[in-house]
């Protein structure tokens, strides 16, 4: 089984902290993008059973119904798609129509992925979003309505910093079953990259991040960002966070598959020409693969099983990172109960330092 994941690299306006790959558009996802997807799908030669597809970007929701027909006609043609698929697209609720939800549900999305970031009118024209407060909460009424399974994008750290916590109320409102809310970055490269100095500091970021575990009632966190009623925990991230396979499409887009990461070419023009041609390949050794497979576990509460780890590679969990597992869990990050290691509150806040101690670890 492996996940499918769609990049569709458009968006209506540009939002000066994105650091994502994706161009300003004004109508619709372009035919001769589709026709590029739908011949990259065509050639494909991985693994054929899928039982996640995720539409992310870019806008999603600016793909036509008929083109989102297309694409998924390619994916059902050249995949076995699990009955239990999990289908989830990212939308702008600036996009959302009770029209357009009824063409998803009909095509058959049943997860949709609001990226609403913030209730709070200052907060969204900080952030240079298109959408304004009231569309926000318009767009969570029809897609709460519409959609069993959606998930709420939030962000902490845009200013006003103190209109966050009447977000969080705000979004208990709405009973979302998953919420993923990220601290706001400003990435070199980015308009935000020459703002940097208005970013919160430290103890002001570790706050907000406590303070949206608080608020999030009746939801786990299930991983450093993301929050889940039980059962709602997203399938295909998940994949990402085991480690596991998948398969990319479109420009940008990576894939997992057979030890090998891979892009896509990230200029659109470069893509349309030779779709599914790639601009890098990996071929990560054994022990890449060990390393990143504990350090992405790590981001979960579950955390990593040593039976897992064992059955996945055939060695021991102990005898490959006892010393340095054992050492973090000295420094507080992580907790072995049984024999499982997962991260602990301070483990969650500071979960960068378990990856940066994972990766200078010494092979055995
Ligand atoms: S809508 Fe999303 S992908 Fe597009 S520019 Fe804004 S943050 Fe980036």
């Known amino acids: 089984m492996t996940g499918i994941y769609i990049h569709v690299p458009f968006c209506r306006t540009i939002c000066p902290y994105c650091d ?78 009770q029209d357009l939800l009824d063409h998803w549900k009909a095509l058959g999305v049943n997860r949709v992925s609001l990226g609403v970031q913030s209730f709070d009118q200052e907060a969204l024209r900080y952030l240079g979003r298109r959408h304004d407060a009231d569309g926000a909460r318009r767009a969570c009424g029809l897609v709460a309505a519409s959609f069993p399974n959606w998930n709420m994008d939030l962000m902490f750290g845009p200013h006003p910093v103190t209109a966050y916590p009447a977000t969080l109320a705000e979004c208990a409102t709405f009973a979302p079953p998953h919420v993923s809310a990220y601290g706001l970055t400003y990435e070199a490269g980015t308009p935000f990259g020459k703002r940097s100095h208005e970013a919160i500091d430290e103890d002001t970021y570790l706050r907000l991040y406590a303070l949206t575990g608080e608020s999030l009632r009746g939801l786990d966190r299930y991983e450093v960002s993301n929050y889940a009623r039980p059962g709602f925990e997203c399938r295909h991230n998940l994949r990402y966070w085991h480690n596991d396979t998948y398969a990319g499409f479109g420009p940008a887009a990576y894939s997992f598959l057979e030890g090998v990461r891979a892009r896509n070419h990230v200029k659109l023009e470069e893509y349309l020409a030779n779709p599914g041609g790639k601009c890098e390949a990996l071929n990560l050794t054994r022990r890449e693969v060990q390393v990143e497979t504990v350090i992405q576990y790590l981001r979960l509460r579950e955390g990593l099983p040593a039976i897992a780890y064992e059955r996945r590679f055939g060695t021991s969990l102990l005898a490959d990172f006892g010393g340095v597992l054992r050492a973090l869990v000295g420094r507080g990050l992580l907790e072995e109960v049984g024999h499982v290691f997962r991260p602990t509150a301070a483990g969650f806040e500071l979960n960068n330092e378990i990856g940066l101690a994972l990766v200078d670890a010494p092979a055995r």
């Open 20 to 97: 994502f790959v994706k161009r300003p558009i004004k109508g619709a996802a372009p035919d001769e993008f589709i026709h590029a997807l739908a011949r990259e799908i065509e050639t494909y030669d991985g693994d054929r059973h899928a039982e996640t597809i995720f539409f992310g970007g870019g806008t999603p929701s600016l793909l036509a119904p008929k083109s989102l027909a297309a694409i998924l006609d390619a994916l059902h043609l050249k995949f076995r798609i699990a009955s239990e698929v999990e289908l989830t697209l990212e939308a702008n609720p600036d996009d959302i129509t």
